[in-house]
C-alpha cells in the first residue's frame, strides 16, 4: 500500500533560520516523489518533484530511498514561504493518482 | 497557463439535498480528479477519472457519485448531502500518462451541509 507520512502538523521557525519539512513514505515500487503548496487564499500548486533534481524558490529535496524519505529543506526561511505544505507520491507503472500526506503548517515569524 | 475553475467557491446546502459541483479544465487534459480537503486529514481522493465516461474510485467514494461526459467538464454528485461531507472539495486536472503528471488545482468549493 502506498502511504504518506507528514510527521509535522504544524511548524514554526524565524526568518532566516534553516527550516526542513519531513516526509516519509511506503511503497514497495519506485515511487515519484512530490511536494505541493498552498499560500494562503491561493490555490494548491506543484512546488518541486524529485525527478527534476531542481531548487524552486530556494527549496530543495532529495529522494532517499534508504530512509524511504523525501524530506523539503530550505537554508534561510522567508516569511513569504508560511503556508500549508504537502507531500504526495505517485506509484510509477501508469496510475496517475497521487497519494498526499496529510499535511505541515509553516509559519515563518518575522 | 492551464485554468481549472470550480463552479462556486462557497455552496451551502440542506440535509438530504442532491448536490453538484462542477470542475471545468481548458487545456485539453485526459485526467481529472477530486478531492476533499480537511484539516488534520490532508487531500483524500474521492473520484477520478482518465477519459470521457470513464471514472474510477478513489479512497473515500462513499455518498459521492460522478459524471465526465465531456473531456473538460468533471462533475461531483453528493446524491443526499450530509452534514459529515462538509469539506473544501479540490478539483484537479493533468495531462496524459506519457507526460510529466503535475496535478493542476481549482480554487475549491466549501460546501457546508446544514
Known amino acids: 500500500a502506498q502511504r504518506v507520512t507528514q510527521p509535522e502538523k504544524l511548524l514554526s521557525v524565524f526568518k532566516g533560520a534553516p527550516v526542513e519539512l519531513k516526509c516519509n513514505y511506503s511503497?514497495?515500487?519506485?515511487?515519484?516523489l512530490f511536494w505541493y503548496v498552498q499560500y494562503s487564499r491561493q490555490r494548491l500548486q506543484l512546488l518541486l518533484r524529485?525527478?527534476s533534481r531542481e531548487s524552486i524558490k530556494g527549496f530543495t529535496a532529495d529522494l532517499n530511498k534508504g530512509e524511504t524519505s523525501f524530506h523539503l529543506k530550505k537554508p534561510f526561511a522567508q516569511e513569504e514561504d508560511s503556508a500549508m505544505y504537502y507531500c504526495?507520491?505517485?506509484?510509477?507503472?501508469?496510475?496517475?493518482?497521487?497519494?498526499f500526506g496529510k499535511g505541515t503548517k509553516l509559519t515563518v515569524n518575522p | 497557463d492551464v485554468k481549472v475553475t470550480q463552479s462556486s467557491r462557497y455552496l451551502v446546502k440542506r440535509t438530504g439535498e442532491k448536490v453538484f459541483l462542477e470542475c471545468v479544465q481548458d487545456?485539453?487534459?485526459?485526467?481529472m480528479f477530486w478531492y476533499r480537503q480537511d484539516p488534520g486529514l490532508g487531500l483524500r481522493l474521492i473520484y477520478f477519472?482518465?477519459?470521457?465516461?470513464?471514472?474510477e474510485k478513489g479512497d473515500i467514494p462513499e455518498g459521492y457519485s460522478v459524471s465526465r461526459e465531456k473531456k473538460e467538464r468533471f462533475s461531483l454528485i453528493l446524491e443526499s448531502a450530509s452534514t459529515n461531507q462538509t469539506s473544501m472539495y479540490l478539483c484537479?486536472?493533468?495531462?496524459?500518462?506519457?507526460?510529466?503528471?503535475?496535478?493542476?488545482f481549482g480554487p475549491g468549493t466549501r460546501l457546508t451541509v446544514l
Open positions: 511503497y514497495s515500487g519506485s515511487p515519484e
Open positions: 504526495a507520491l505517485r506509484g510509477r507503472g501508469g496510475s496517475e493518482k497521487l497519494v
Open positions: 524529485h525527478i
Open positions: 477519472s482518465y477519459d470521457v465516461k470513464m471514472k
Open positions: 487545456m485539453d487534459h485526459e485526467n
Open positions: 484537479a486536472s493533468s495531462l496524459s500518462l506519457a507526460a510529466p503528471n503535475e496535478q493542476f
